[in-house]
């Protein structure tokens, strides 16, 4: 029989590899030193069974994404990966499936020199939350607030290709769906990225939620407007065709899970840009979101998912 303690040390017990941390897993709190000249990035995300993603689902995915989806958060702010916590709540202990939902979360960790230093373990519904710490240089953290009007509106990547990993999760044919797939159960987050834009991008966001619905967040918290250009757009293949197959044009605006950056940059600024962008549309001063489809510019709604709508 697997008991709570002998379950952490056999599965989520490691080495530390950060000397900031000074006391990881092992007593009642995890101790940080935050080097000087650093501030102290926080960020939080929960993954519910059913909710966020089928259940049945690989754990070795489910492994990589609780973590990928909290260090996307970091990476929206420039900040650099640094430890984070986990609370794993399991209907019961399954050693199998802990092996592999460990092996998911620590080979994205190392990646990216991540250290475990605590959480929690209990016995209830599949519920996964990982709380996530990174450093970044004092008062320069990358912000939704700052957006300019005349600011270029840039993202990273590809749009929408994690939406249709879900659509083809709900019965969509598609006659090459791994790459969408991998999208969907495997997010990269852009973390070398965002701390590239550390200096040059005015306000970042990462797209959880859906560009439309992200992208508004950062237009409320700078009071600004924006227009996006559809023309302009980076889609896959796969996406361009399930559009074609579907007439669901609006599809990557809104879908989420893509955890691609959705940034603003000063036009005099855009080529001091170091890392691979795509320029999809501009910040104005007159409120609200527009879609410029083919010279025909249309307002477009600001909405995201929403837990309790």
């Known amino acids: 029989m697997v008991s709570e303690f002998s379950l952490i040390d056999r599965f989520f017990k490691r080495q530390t590899v950060n000397k900031s941390v000074t006391q990881g897993i092992g007593d009642d709190c995890a101790l940080l030193k935050i080097p000087q000249g650093y501030e102290l990035a926080i960020t939080t995300d929960t993954m519910v069974e059913n909710v966020h993603f089928f259940a049945g689902s690989d754990p070795y995915h489910l492994g990589h994404k609780l973590l990928g989806v ?3 958060d970091l990476a929206s702010m420039g900040a650099k990966p640094l430890a984070v916590t986990l609370a794993l709540t399991v209907p019961k202990i399954d050693e199998n499936w802990l092996q592999a939902f460990a092996d998911g979360f620590f080979a994205l960790a190392e990646r990216y020199s991540v250290d475990l230093i605590g959480g929690d373990t209990t016995s209830g519904p599949l519920t996964l939350t990982v709380t996530a710490l990174g450093l970044v240089p004092s008062g320069q953290a990358l912000r939704r607030s700052t957006a300019q009007p005349g600011d270029i509106i840039c993202v990273t990547g590809h749009l929408g290709d994690a939406g249709l990993g879900l659509k083809i999760n709900q019965g969509y044919d598609c006659k090459q769906p791994d790459p969408a797939l991998k999208r969907f159960n495997q997010p990269d987050p852009q973390v070398e990225a965002g701390q590239a834009l550390i200096g040059t991008a005015n306000a970042c966001i990462d797209i959880s939620d859906g560009l439309v619905g992200d992208l508004g967040h950062i237009l409320q918290q700078s009071q600004v407007g924006a227009c996006l250009d559809w023309e302009a757009l980076p889609l ?3 996406v ?21 950056l959705c ?12 890392i691979t962008h795509t320029k999809i549309g501009v910040i104005e001063s007159e409120p609200g979101l527009r879609l410029n489809k083919s010279g025909n510019i249309q307002p477009l709604e600001v909405k995201s998912f929403e837990h309790f709508s």
């Open 240 to 260: 361009l065709t399930y559009i074609e197959n579907t007439g669901d044009w609006a599809m990557p605006l809104i879908a989420g899970d893509d955890y691609e």
């Open 263 to 274: 940034f603003t940059v000063s036009p005099d600024k855009v080529q001091n840009l170091t």
């Open 70 to 72: 909290n260090l996307s």
């Open 236 to 238: 896959s293949t796969e």
